[in-house]
């Protein structure tokens, strides 16, 4: 097969995801977000499409930045209200087999104790497909609801606290239980032996641990590391740290940029720059024939709501949009939200001038990715052409209409990409880290910074 094309759908377990006003369609059941069903039913369908992994986002505060206030993202259901992305897992995993799960913990209001033991548990219960979606945060009204602070943290000190929490939940993924520690020796009644269990203590800037990681050693130890930034910080933090790097860039001039200097700083820092699978946001409305797909293109904007854009657009940048007029260029404007958010739009593709209406016209379907549309054939060529011309992986998909869009790339676009020798028709066995990096162990490489972890606490312990 040539280089194989990557599929992750894009969901969040709310009603507006990334495309406001849609949930009013009569075929979108975005609105069961709550339902156990949605879940497993959308788990089914993935599956059928082989897709690698169910991408869940998740946020811990609420967009309040456009308007000042929290109306127009309760009036338009912009992702609130909105459930926890984790709980949802296992029941998808019982009526799958393959399918991966990446899940968006935010490590800012997370205590690293507590999210590894989540993750491990889940890491168990799937037989080891799971993935963390590694976020520092972008809402200051997470940081009000969770710890009571005015604000987050300035956007450079979070990925410093980043940095020092991986540190710590490789210790107690990697280093806490020996292999071979679990004995589950019935007849001299030992189930787990002492010394193969070793207590990590850890005192730093950000963080205080003294403790046993309270899970037994699962399937992938590490769960397969996803990362979503890619600000100048995000992406040396990914060129460090990430597996797969989820990034949401507009245009092939943007997208280039962004992949291109991820695997360079890769590179510098000893890794080989392929190594980090990297998806674009991309949502792709397929239909039946090229007339088909534009006329279900034309049904869908008529639900778009531009306040509904706006308000994601506000909460993702910081920026309140309320005050701007819709003509007024966009410019750049440095804050503590998501830097590359305005800067996709602005300073990484000089070549074009958005005026704010324009953006939130752009982002009213499947949020800051391109929107591809036409027949199979037609979505099929455009990603080709995306993987060729910007060194991309995969796609990570949003949908227009659930689980309308999902259906249409599972039925009609993933067997045009397989006749085309760009999609796997059966997955790979094991773990998630396998079916990513065929030829790879369920664990973490000895060179990726997780395994000197693993050597320094077993070391100490000889």
């Known amino acids: 097969m040539t280089r194989p094309i990557l599929f992750n759908a894009f969901d969040m377990n709310c009603v507006v995801h990334q495309s406001p006003g849609l949930w009013r369609h009569p075929r979108d059941r975005a609105d069961r977000y709550s339902d156990l069903s949605y879940w497993t039913d959308l788990a089914r369908i993935l599956e059928r499409g082989k897709f690698d992994a169910l991408f869940m986002a998740d946020v811990l505060g609420v967009y309040d930045v456009y308007g000042g206030n929290t109306d127009h993202a309760l009036r338009e259901g ?3 209200p909105l459930n926890d992305p984790m709980l949802s897992v296992s029941a998808m995993a019982a009526v799958t087999e393959h399918l991966g799960f990446g899940v968006t913990c935010t490590l800012s209001y997370e205590p690293p104790f507590t999210l590894a033991r989540r993750i491990s ?7 080891g497909r799971i993935g963390w979606n590694i976020v520092t945060g972008y809402l200051d009204s997470a940081a009000r609801g969770v710890s009571g602070a005015a604000s987050q943290p300035k956007h450079d000190t979070r990925y410093q606290i980043a940095e020092e929490y991986m540190e710590l939940v490789y210790k107690l993924w990697e280093g806490s239980w020996e292999e071979g520690a679990v004995l589950r020796d019935r007849d001299s ?10 207590r990590i203590r850890h005192e730093g800037e950000f963080f ?6 309270l899970s037994e050693p699962s399937p992938q130890r590490t769960p397969v590391l996803f990362q979503a930034g890619t600000s100048s910080k995000g992406r040396d933090f990914a060129a460090r740290q990430a597996e797969c790097v989820f ?31 990297i998806f674009n946001l991309t949502t792709a409305i397929v239909g039946a024939t090229p007339d088909a797909a534009r006329e279900k293109h034309a049904d869908y904007r008529s639900y ?3 306040p509904g854009a706006l308000t994601l657009l506000s909460g993702w940048t910081g920026i309140d949009f309320s005050a701007y007029d819709l003509d007024e260029p966009l410019r750049y404007i440095r804050n503590e939200a998501v830097h590359s958010a305005v800067e996709s739009f602005t300073t990484a593709d000089p070549s074009r001038v958005w005026t704010v209406r324009e953006v ?20 099929a060529d455009e990603m080709e052409s995306w993987v060729a011309e910007t060194d991309l992986d995969g796609f990570n998909l949003a949908y227009a209409v659930t689980p309308e869009s999902f259906v249409d790339i599972a039925d009609l676009l993933v067997p045009e990409l397989q006749r085309r020798g760009r999609y796997k028709t059966d997955y790979a066995a094991g773990t998630l880290r396998e079916k990513l990096f065929p030829g790879h162990g369920p664990r973490l490489s000895d060179t990726h910074p997780a395994a000197q972890s693993r050597k320094t606490i077993l070391r100490a312990a000889e």
């Open 78 to 80: 912009t992702q609130v």
């Open 121 to 127: 548990t889940l890491d168990h219960l799937t037989k």
């Open 189 to 198: 009644g030992v189930f787990t032996d002492p010394a193969k269990v070793h």
């Open 208 to 213: 205080k641990l003294d403790a046993i990681h």
């Open 247 to 277: 990034m949401a860039a507009p245009s092939k001039t943007v997208a280039r940029g962004y992949v291109a200097d991820i695997r360079k700083r890769a590179a510098a820092y000893g890794r080989d720059p392929y190594s980090i699978k």
């Open 304 to 306: 778009v709501s531009i």
């Open 360 to 379: 939130a016209e752009w982002i009213g379907i499947g949020g800051f990715g391109p929107l591809l549309v036409g027949s199979a054939s037609e979505v």
